[in-house]
Each structure stands twice: as C-alpha cells, then as structure tokens.
C-alpha cells in the first residue's frame, strides 16, 4: 500500500524552528517528486514547497522562500522540511504529496497524501 | 501566479440530487487541472486530473468538464458520504500550483 507518514508537528515560539519529516513506503521514493502543502486551521490548502526527485531541483512558494528549505534522503525514502524564522501564519496542518507521475515535474495532480502533521506557532 | 477562483463557496444540495462546482483560472491552464475532495480531520484525496479523468477507485458519479479557464466538477446523484469540501488545483504554470478557495458542499 502506497503511504505517506509526516511527524514532527508541534508547538514553537515565533522565531523558532522544526523539523518536519515524511515516511515513505509502498512505491518508488526516488522517482518521484515531492511536495509539501500546508492548511491553516479553518483554510484552504497552500503549496509550500517542492524538490525533484534526485533532490536536484528545489521551489518554494514566495511565503516561505529563505526560511524553509525542503530536503530527501532517497536511502531512507524520506522528506523533510525544515522551517526557522516561524510565524504565527505559519501555523497550520502540513501535508507531504506525491505526484500520479514517476518521474513527472511539476505539471502534475497530488495523487497521494499522507495524514498530515500540525505546527502550531504561538508564544 | 495563476488564480483559482471557486463558486460557490457553499452549496447546498440534498441527498440523491445534482451538486455542479465551479473553478475558473485568471488564465490559461490547458487540462492541467484536478478536483480533490476532503473531509473534516482528513487529507485531500485526488478525485480527477487532466480536467475530466477520474482517479483511480473513484465512482462514476463524480465528473469533471472544462479547458482553458472555465472548469466543472459534477456529482450526478449525491450520496451522504459526498458531504466535504471540494478544492480545484492548477498545475500548469508552476511554481507556485495554486489552489481555490474550495465550495463546501452541505446537506439542505
């Protein structure tokens, strides 16, 4: 079965950081791109981020840009986000998402979700 | 950045009747465009990509229409499990991929 696992949510001070890391199993990790999309609580969805498959390639949405940085370890079939400089809009449930496509780059649907992990910024 | 615009926001449809979402893009976006579903405390699930195909292990019941800006997501005949939040996404011009603003589909 195809899953996607995300872990490391919880709550941090503005200005703080955290790692968030998402589990992988059931398909082919290194051939596909990854995302992440984050949900404020009571919001829409927001594309966060996205890296290739080889990690070669790396894009952010403008919100983010200079203070997460998006990362895998294709020999642990695992993603990761890493978040500093954290503000109260940040505060929201983060999703990993993988495309329909092996090998596909961007123009593509988010096929699988994982559960989805929440941070919470607030002093 | 392309701009997902949703309408309505709330629709409100009881059960056995048609449900017709609608998504529009303030430009182009070929077919590159897909409808997802979610549910309270749940993640998106992927209903249909390319502006019309459905994913896989979704019923027939659900259709989607449309190119270029315009685009539909019709549910022939809703069931109570159809009751969530539906989100179209473009991923033609990326990055970013942008999502609506979602249409809440309610039980009348």
């Known amino acids: 079965e195809v899953q996607l696992l995300e872990s490391g949510g919880g709550l941090v001070q503005p200005g703080g950081s955290l790692r968030l890391s998402c589990a992988a199993s059931g398909f082919d990790f290194s051939g596909y791109a990854m995302n992440w999309v984050r949900q404020a609580p009571g919001k829409g969805l927001e594309w966060v981020s996205a890296?290739?498959?080889?990690?070669?390639?790396?894009y952010y949405a403008d919100s983010v840009k200079g203070r997460f940085t998006i990362s895998r370890d294709n020999s642990k079939n695992t993603l990761f986000l890493q978040m500093h400089s954290l503000r109260a809009d940040d505060t929201a449930v983060y999703y990993c998402?993988?495309?329909?496509?092996?090998?596909?780059?961007?123009?593509?649907?988010?096929?699988?979700w994982g559960q989805g992990t929440m941070v919470t910024v607030s002093s | 950045e392309i701009v997902m615009t949703q309408s309505p926001a709330t629709l409100s449809v009881s059960p056995g009747e048609r449900a017709t979402l609608s998504c529009r893009a303030s430009q182009s976006v070929g077919s590159n465009l897909a409808w997802y579903q979610q549910k309270p405390g749940q993640a998106p699930r992927l209903l249909i990509y390319g502006a019309s195909t459905r994913a896989t292990g979704i019923p027939a019941r659900f259709s989607g229409s449309g190119s270029g800006t315009e685009f539909t997501l019709t549910i022939s005949s809703l069931q109570s499990e159809d009751f969530a939040v539906y989100y179209c996404?473009?991923?033609?011009?990326?990055?970013?991929?942008?999502f609506g603003g979602g249409t809440k589909v309610e039980i009348k």
């Open positions: 996404q473009q991923y033609n011009n990326w990055p970013p991929v942008t």
């Open positions: 890296i290739s498959s080889a990690a070669g390639s790396t």
């Open positions: 998402a993988k495309p329909r496509i092996w090998g596909s780059w961007g123009s593509d649907a988010f096929a699988i």
